[in-house]
């Protein structure tokens, strides 16, 4: 009992230590193209173990306001879970579309272009200086392809640390899925997310194995597999398996312990 009473009080000192230092939330716009600029929302402690820039699912038009709130996308699994995030330690950074992608359709087919390759680029560099920690794009559903095709564009000090793809679009008659792009030729940690039950058909946990075939360079890879939950409405959107709702606590805590893994 007094050892558990013991460990009990050291989590609640780091989490109040955590919490002291915590920065309020800031809206940052910067400029990665010539007349662009990159909207974000950033929140986390002063002095961060690292950072993840978290990529909605969806079109990605999060249209961030001034005063950091949000338009679209307040239920999607990564946007509803920054604080979990930052509460690990972590500084977020969640991203909107650019500037010249704040109408419909937003992220859609923009996702795989150079012009965002351009300026996640932007980003990642942004967050060093901000922050000499690594930095990791973390995406979901839709935000699977946006990190994993900039990660195959990207390498050395221009690319992320690592990578987390939850929910990852495994299949797509619209476009090209991560299984399809050239992941392969990663060279960095990888960190796969998925419900066992997710009923998108596009994210079928059937498909889950040629995925991790693919990422058979990656000097660390990980699937972590989710069950239990609850699971409402559209089997794509995230109320359900599909955004692990009911699990956000141990998914959140489970991806930032194997991130800051030595």
């Keep these: 009992m007094r050892r558990a009473l013991l460990r009990m009080a050291g989590l609640l000192i780091a989490w109040a230590a955590a919490t002291a230092q915590a920065q309020p939330a800031r809206v940052v716009d910067l400029p990665t193209r010539l007349g662009v600029t990159q909207r974000l929302l950033v929140l986390g402690p002063a002095e961060p173990r690292a950072t993840v820039v978290l990529f909605a699912g969806g079109h990605g038009g999060l249209q961030i306001a001034d005063d950091g709130t949000l338009q679209w996308g307040r239920g999607n699994f990564l946007v509803r879970s920054r604080q979990l995030f930052a509460d690990q330690g972590l500084r977020v950074v969640l991203i909107d579309a650019p500037s010249d992608r704040q ?50 564009q990207l390498s050395g000090s221009d690319g992320p640390d690592g990578l987390v793809l939850s929910s990852t679009v495994l299949r797509d008659p619209r476009g090209r899925p991560v299984p399809d792009m050239a992941i392969d030729g ?10 066992e039950q997710d009923g998108c058909s596009v994210c079928a946990y059937a498909d889950m194995p040629r995925l991790m075939q693919r990422l058979a360079g990656a000097p660390r890879k990980s699937l972590i597999a989710m069950t239990g939950g609850t699971d409402r409405g559209d089997p794509c959107e995230a109320a359900g398996h599909h955004g692990f709702a009911g699990l956000e606590a141990e998914v959140v805590a489970r991806t930032a312990r194997w991130i800051l893994e030595p």
């Design 103 to 152: 109408r419909p359709p937003y992220l859609t087919g923009y996702r795989q272009t150079p012009e965002h390759v351009a300026d996640v680029r932007a980003v990642i560099a942004w967050a060093r200086q901000q922050a000499p920690r690594p930095v990791w794009l973390v995406g979901t559903s839709r935000g699977t392809q946006s990190v994993a095709h900039v990660a195959t």
């Design 186 to 195: 990663l060279r960095l940690p990888v960190l796969v997310v998925h419900h």
